[in-house]
């Protein structure tokens, strides 16, 4: 009897971040470009569309720069960083934790396998840096918490060669010679929908409404040039003004467990395409 290999598990996120898309993704299918030439994805994150996607043609971006580092590095030093992560995960409790939170990294192999460590044992994967830049997030409450997966890793790092991947920010992409057969999503960090739910801080500078206007500029500049163009957001009547001659659909995103009943259930997000219907 031939005995079949185990498979390689398919490429998907390897970061827990917020605001990652995962779950949404089935939603988004319909409006997804069937046909594009180079994959664009400047507010990075998890890159959870990415890996869906896996395109062979991609320039991805994120204006963290300790998250670029590890998208390059486990593209480029996938060896290294895997290496330091068995040490991570052999060493983990907490005096470990917090003397690795502590520590500046010489290597940038060893920056991504910090931060790789950091984000699956801190509290809730949140990134959160002082002002002087230094990480400061808590340790997470976890009995055994899954440092990583070699396979998943080792997946993800096929899937991102030959993809560009670069610190900068989304207004960037006006510089970068975009052509109409290119797909471009963003995913900013969401404008608030009341005064409470503002989680806009995921690196030293919030997003701001200043940020998602000049981010709408951006969004008609390359839609006026035939990029096809799509964008998440929450739904509200800033962004709905904002986009409004644009195509906007309703999404469903379920909310996580609250202890108030009344807060239970799904809420409503947008997803925003500057087509009609896909090609
Ligand atoms: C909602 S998360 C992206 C989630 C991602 N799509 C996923 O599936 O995990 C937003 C990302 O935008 C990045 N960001 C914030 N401000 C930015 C800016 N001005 N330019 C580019 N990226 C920015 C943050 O560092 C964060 O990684």
Not at 61 to 68: A, H, Q
Not at 80 to 102: F, G, K
Not at 185 to 205: E, G, L
Request: aromatic share 12%; hydrophobic share 35%.
């Amino acid at each position: 009897m031939i005995k079949s290999l185990p498979q390689a598990p398919p490429a998907r996120p390897f970061l827990k971040w917020v605001g990652g898309k995962g779950r949404l993704l089935s939603q988004y299918q319909p409006w997804l470009p069937q046909h594009y030439h180079t994959y664009y994805e400047p507010f990075l994150g998890g890159g959870a569309l990415f890996f869906h996607l896996q395109p062979r043609q991609a320039v991805l971006s994120d204006v963290n720069g300790d998250l670029v580092n590890v998208y390059q590095c486990v593209r480029d030093r996938i060896h290294e960083v895997t290496h330091h992560l068995q040490i991570h995960s052999a060493r983990h409790n907490q005096d470990y934790y917090y003397q690795i939170r502590a520590s500046t990294p010489s290597t940038q192999a060893e920056q991504a396998a910090r931060l790789l460590y950091l984000n699956k044992t801190c509290f809730n994967g949140l990134y959160r840096v002082n002002r002087r830049g230094q990480f400061n997030v808590p340790m997470g409450r976890y009995h055994q918490p899954h440092i990583f997966n070699p396979a998943l890793l080792k997946a993800a790092s096929q899937a991102l060669q030959g993809i560009q991947i670069h610190t900068s920010t989304f207004a960037d992409l006006l510089q970068a010679n975009l052509s109409p057969e290119d797909f471009v999503y963003f995913d900013p960090p969401y404008h608030p929908v009341s005064a409470t739910s503002n989680f806009t801080s995921y690196s030293q500078n919030t997003f701001t409404a200043e940020d998602q206007t000049q981010l709408q500029a951006v969004f008609c500049h390359l839609a006026q040039q035939g990029v096809q163009v799509m964008l998440s957001n929450s739904d509200c009547e800033f962004i709905r003004d904002l986009y409004q001659g644009f195509y906007i659909h309703q999404i469903y995103a379920a909310r996580s467990v609250n202890s108030n009943p009344s807060k239970r259930g799904k809420i409503p997000e947008v997803l925003i395409t500057s087509y009609a219907k896909p090609t």
